[in-house]
């Protein structure tokens, strides 16, 4: 990997990035849309996010897997053309399951893209690793943003043929990446991805223990199975809880879900950057503990209190996502494709099943049920002072 930062393949990967995940979001954004149009059920909302994000989950660490043997560039431009497919049947899709099919598509093209996409970053990153993964995460966070602008905007006026505007986005992630792919190609060759991998494991086998490498996984992946699930409950379910709770519309009730994950951006920018100054795991700590209080409280808020509570809580709670992608990939030496799928991957797949069971709570219980509950899961994120300090790693 070069000393220098490439920020122009940063920024370039980044901007795919916020299109490929604001491809992803155009789904939650159907969802109140679908809801009426197609008579869904929570439940089957919850099968259709399940869908989504399982297709991502399940690929990504086998992409990551095939990736870190034999680096492929093309899968890039692959994926996208998969995402790019399923966009244009969500527009027109006229049954459940059609919608089930096409948002296949588009998981696919995500589960391609992200650990190739991690591979770009890491070759590009130089000496700054948390800055460059909050580049990259940034463009990601932004494009998930994007969900409840989109349905005030363009699915309340327009339904769900608004979704072909989508095509768009596919079609500028593919330009871009026609300035991307070359350039990886050629680090690539440069580098030796294979030799760079034999060296990375060679030099750090005898520092990291198999025992600690396994402990730490564990503790990482059980963070980010609770901070899933609640991200799940807040991404997929809040506008639908702020419409029972505060009799707000479907338009007003985008504006706190949009504060949670614009707030998210502004953290994951700031947390790779602080990551590399105060240490990936402190970074971490103070990320995952940091948002308890706000979590608890916040379905017990008034209305005027949701706002900033829940801003703060996106702040916070995002800031420490990129982080976690990098203190993988550090316990993990050579095998950055393969850290990159899991934790991302990981994330996808449970809030994927989280999507569906508090969906189906919804429906048995109620949307304030399901909120309240959620809310106690960011108290796992006290295992993060297990988590094996950066100066032992």
């Not at 504006?255 to 994950?261: A, G, K, N, S, V």
């Not at 916040?298 to 709670?317: E, N, Q």
Request: glycine share 10%.
């Amino acid at each position: 990997m070069q000393s220098l930062t490439v920020y122009s393949i940063l920024f370039a990967v980044s901007a795919v990035h916020m299109l490929n995940d604001s491809m992803q979001v155009v789904v939650s954004a159907l969802f109140p849309i679908f809801r009426e149009s197609l008579q869904l059920t929570y439940a089957q909302i919850g099968w259709i996010a399940f869908t989504l994000n399982m297709t991502s989950s399940v690929m990504q660490p086998i992409v990551g897997l095939w990736s870190d043997k034999r680096p492929t560039p093309w899968l890039l431009l692959a994926g996208m053309g998969s995402s790019l497919i399923g966009i244009a049947a969500l527009s027109f899709a006229p049954t459940f399951w059609f919608v089930v099919l096409a948002v296949v598509c588009i998981g696919l093209g995500s589960a391609v893209f992200h650990p190739e996409g991690s591979r770009v970053v890491y070759l590009a990153a130089g000496q700054k690793r948390g800055l460059a993964q909050s580049i990259y995460q940034v463009g990601g966070n932004f494009g998930s943003s994007l969900a409840p602008l989109m349905t005030i905007f363009i699915f309340v006026p327009l339904g769900q043929r608004g979704a072909i505007w989508g095509t768009l986005l596919a079609g500028s992630a593919i330009i871009i990446l026609l300035y991307v792919v070359p350039w990886y190609r050629k680090q690539l060759a440069i580098n030796g991805a294979i030799s760079m991998k034999k060296k990375s494991a060679v030099s750090l086998e005898n520092v990291i223990p198999s025992k600690v490498v396994y402990f730490g996984m564990g503790i990482l992946m059980t963070i980010v199975f609770a901070r899933s699930w609640y991200s799940a409950a807040i991404g997929n379910y809040y506008q639908f809880y702020a419409q029972e709770q505060y009799s707000l519309t479907i338009q007003q009730a985008q504006i706190p879900l949009y504060l949670f994950m614009i707030f998210g951006v502004v953290g994951t920018f700031f947390g790779g950057m602080f990551a590399d100054r105060i240490g990936r795991r402190t970074m971490m700590i103070t990320s995952l503990v940091g948002s308890i209080p706000l979590a608890l409280i916040l379905p017990h808020l008034p209305l005027m209190w949701v706002y900033p509570v829940i801003a703060l809580l996106g702040l916070i709670l995002q800031s420490g996502f990129s982080v976690s992608v990098v203190y993988a990939q550090e316990l993990m030496p050579g095998k950055v494709g393969t850290a990159s799928g899991l934790i991302t991957g990981f994330a996808f797949g449970m809030g994927a099943v989280g999507a569906v069971v508090l969906g189906n709570l919804a429906d048995v219980k109620t949307m304030e049920f399901v909120m309240i509950g959620a809310s106690i899961l960011p108290l796992f994120g006290f295992l993060s002072l297990l988590l094996p300090k950066d100066r032992a790693r």
